[in-house]
């Protein structure tokens, strides 16, 4: 009978594995686990694999792929094998998401409040005032504990050394929390002898964090605070996730329809009459989420909202207009902001980038089209994105042009790697796949980083795209003490 | 010149609506930049409601208000007291990074063909501040002055296109060549005292012009592209300012029921000496 990893290619040098070393040997903290899996039979895998997948579908996760199968829900594939943090790793990463979301939430202050930094020319202040993201009716506006970003989850990749770079931050409402709780759950119930033979760091308490973190931005006065969930509904692809997260915490679930603002105080309909909220976890973008201020025609806000919020009657999270710094050019000059506010070298890199608004990094992008991945920085664009090796020359020509004659809106960088990770690519054969991890951090009076996080894989032999939405899944993600 | 204003807007529903959310910059330009003084400012709306105000990012007053229960008129009445100035602001200390607000495109303010082709009879003058007027005096010698034709969500593109409009489109049109031409500008809602909007003073009603800003020395110059004194004086009356018709609508908001809407404005203003 075959084993299980005897036949495990850890693939070609430009990436790297996280299980086996270029040589092909274990790396330590993997090694009781492989133990195990080596001595697993296919059946063995099988029938852990049908447990996982009748609870997930008991408890309904699933997430709503759009597009062509709209409407249609599935499960979100969840991969056998977890992925594993050595702690003295992990420690690095959270004093690394520290600094740059600490850095991160004192430049929306600054960009919301003296603007300091756009004096100074640090950051172009056209950048800034040009972004679709920024909130001129935040300006001068006082959020609670002076935090704008509560919630964050920056994606993190591995260069082909293994150093780990942040590939995005994700400011505004970055979803997946719901489907980490449910993996740790899923792998301790179906591997439980494994599990215990790791001091894993718990991950379970990220609901009550995240509602205690809600509560201390509650206005002042306001003791036993009103905490509600706004979603955009069962529409949305995330509503799977809004839902389980206010079980969770214990809180209402509710949408647009069921607040209404009087008097610039929020309230929510109940069948008593009206109820005072003091603080809502909204899921519902910025451009949304108030008809009266941003777009007139949505049905998902609360017309009224951001006056109440502007006066301190209700507090949001995570703050309006937190996209002006997650944006791909802003992102460039995260190292830069770090410098600026902290006086510290940055922990955690960039993936490098060439922002072709700059006349040298335009003409290294143009010289190497064929090898770069090109981005247009204004996501409204909708030029999309030229990966050089997959393109054709013609593309590329076009893309030439696009890019001079609209410099401002492009940005270029190498050609991503991700780490690979033994996962299963069907019921029997293991292959190494692309991973990410999206960290989530929680700012109220202190930050507090979950342990690991969400691992997403690429389910698919040699591609690159991890997002659900194109077949991507996820895995456990273990930080342990050794 | 001590002006009095009384503006009146009402909103009239076929059948009864209810949670009406409303915002309302009707309240006149009160910076210390401003060549003018409010004196008064008073604003009663109907049903009764408790009125709130914030400054937005423009230094503009926006006052603000709900009405729960169900209604089918909605009356506000802003009456002011303005003592006015020379229809010049002066520029701030802070004025460098805003000003990149007022020098590029906005939901209005578009640089279309039309008007890269409007400016390029102006680009050999060199005083930017002349530059806009000859804008300014061209703008309100060849567009033809025309209620109807437009409505207040025209683009400068289609104002161009069309060659007519009212004094707002008159004003997008000004801000997008002058800010083609990179000089900064910003679009200004108040009154006019004895002119009305439009060129010949028959209506009485809101009135739209343009501030550009000629450096730091002179400010903001008031400059007025539907009326042939082309400059903004003591006759005007400044609510505020901002990229374009849409940072400054003299009332917006939304409700909820299903009805027929019909806006109802008149303004009237008058000296007071």
């Given at each position: 009978m075959k084993r299980y990893f005897e036949t495990y290619d850890h693939g070609p040098e430009r990436f790297f594995d996280e299980v086996f070393s270029k040589e092909g040997t274990p790396r330590p903290h993997y090694g009781k686990l492989l133990q195990r899996f080596r001595q697993f039979s296919q059946e063995d895998i099988n029938a852990r694999r049908e447990i996982i997948n009748i609870d997930f579908r008991n408890q309904g996760i699933t997430f709503t792929v759009y597009g062509?199968?709209?409407g249609i829900e599935r499960i979100f594939p969840f991969d056998l094998i977890p992925r594993i943090l050595p702690a003295k790793e992990w420690e690095v990463l959270e004093k690394g998401l520290l600094q740059r979301i600490t850095a991160l939430n004192e430049f929306l202050f600054d960009i919301y409040h003296t603007q300091k930094i756009l004096k100074d020319k640090i950051v172009p202040a056209e950048l800034i005032l040009g972004?679709?993201?920024?909130?001129?009716?935040?300006?001068g506006v006082n959020p609670p504990l002076g935090v704008y970003i509560h919630v964050t989850g920056s994606d993190l990749i591995r260069d082909g050394e293994g150093n780990y770079l942040v590939l995005?931050?994700?400011?505004?409402t970055p979803s997946g929390v719901s489907y980490m709780l449910q993996n740790r759950q899923a792998l301790k119930r179906a591997f439980p002898a494994i599990f215990g033979k790791y001091k894993v760091r718990p991950i379970e308490n990220y609901p009550q964090e995240l509602l205690r973190t809600l509560q201390e931005i509650a206005?002042?006065?306001?003791?036993?605070p009103n905490v509600v969930l706004l979603t955009?509904?069962?529409?949305?692809?995330?509503y799977f996730e809004h839902s389980f997260l206010a079980r969770q915490m214990g809180i209402e679930l509710t949408e647009g329809k069921d607040l209404v603002v009087n008097n610039n105080k929020v309230y929510k309909r109940t069948t008593r009459g009206l109820e005072r909220v003091d603080v809502i976890y909204r899921r519902v973008d910025d451009s949304f989420i108030d008809p009266l201020v941003f777009?007139?025609?949505?049905?998902?806000g609360v017309a009224g909202l951001i006056n109440a919020y502007r006066k301190g009657n209700v507090a949001l999270?995570?703050?309006?207009?937190?996209g002006v710094a997650d944006d791909k050019v802003i992102y460039s000059f995260v190292p830069k902001i770090i410098r600026y506010y902290l006086g510290e070298d940055p922990i955690l890199q960039n993936v490098p980038t060439w922002l072709a608004s700059n006349p040298a990094d335009l003409k290294y992008i143009l010289e190497n089209l064929g090898s770069l991945v090109v981005k247009a920085?204004?996501?409204?664009?909708?030029y999309g994105m030229l990966v050089g090796p997959e393109s054709t020359l013609a593309e590329q020509e076009k893309f030439a042009e696009m890019i001079v004659a609209n410099p401002r809106n492009y940005i270029a960088q190498p050609t991503i790697s991700l780490s690979r990770h033994p996962s299963?690519?069907?019921?029997s054969e293991l292959f190494g796949c692309h991973i990410d991890l999206r960290p989530y951090v929680l700012y109220g009076k202190n930050v507090t980083i979950v342990p690991g996080g969400l691992t997403r894989v690429a389910?698919?032999?040699?591609?690159?795209v991890v997002n659900s939405s194109q077949g991507g899944g996820s895995k456990d993600t273990w930080v342990i003490d050794e | 010149m001590i002006l009095k204003v009384e503006h009146t807007t009402i909103f009239e529903y076929d059948s009864p609506i209810y949670e009406t959310a409303t915002e309302v910059r009707l309240h006149p330009d009160t910076s210390?930049?401003?060549?003018?003084?409010?004196?008064s400012f008073k604003l009663q709306v109907e049903p009764p409601a408790t009125i709130f105000d914030y400054t937005d990012f423009y230094g503009n007053v926006v006052n603000h208000f709900n009405i729960l229960q169900s209604h089918k008129k909605v009356k506000i009445l802003a009456t002011s007291v303005v003592d006015t100035g020379n229809g010049q602001s002066r520029a701030g200390d802070d004025e460098e990074i805003l000003l990149t607000d007022f020098t590029g495109e906005s939901r209005y303010v578009h640089f279309d063909q039309g008007i890269r082709e409007f400016t390029s009879m102006f680009?050999?003058?060199?005083d930017k501040c002349q530059l806009a007027e000859h804008i300014c005096r061209e703008i309100n010698g060849t567009f033809v002055y025309e209620p109807?034709?437009?409505?207040?969500?025209?683009t400068s593109a289609v104002v161009m296109a069309l060659g007519r409009g009212v004094c707002q489109d008159f004003a997008h049109v000004m801000l997008a060549a002058c800010r083609y031409l990179s000089i900064p500008a910003r679009y200004v809602s108040g009154y006019l005292y004895?002119?009305?909007?439009?060129p010949d003073g028959r209506d009485e009603a809101s009135h739209a012009w343009c501030e550009v800003f000629c450096g730091k020395e002179k400010g903001w110059v008031g400059m007025d592209p539907?009326?042939?004194?082309?400059f903004a004086d003591e006759r005007y009356i400044k609510i505020g300012s901002g990229r374009d018709y849409s940072d400054v609508p003299p009332v917006r908001g939304t409700y909820k029921g299903n009805a027929q809407e019909k806006l109802g404005v008149s303004v009237r203003v008058s000296a007071m000496e």
């Open positions: 062509v199968d709209e972004s679709r993201h920024f909130a001129r009716e935040f300006v995005e931050d994700n400011l505004r206005p002042p006065g306001r003791f036993d955009p509904g069962i529409y949305n692809s995330a777009r007139p025609d949505s049905r998902l999270a995570n703050a309006i207009g937190t920085a204004n996501e409204s664009g909708g299963f690519i069907n019921d389910l698919k032999r040699g591609s690159l | 210390p930049l401003s060549p003018q003084r409010c004196a680009t050999t003058l060199e109807g034709v437009t409505d207040v969500h025209s004895g002119g009305g909007s439009t539907t009326h042939k004194t082309l």
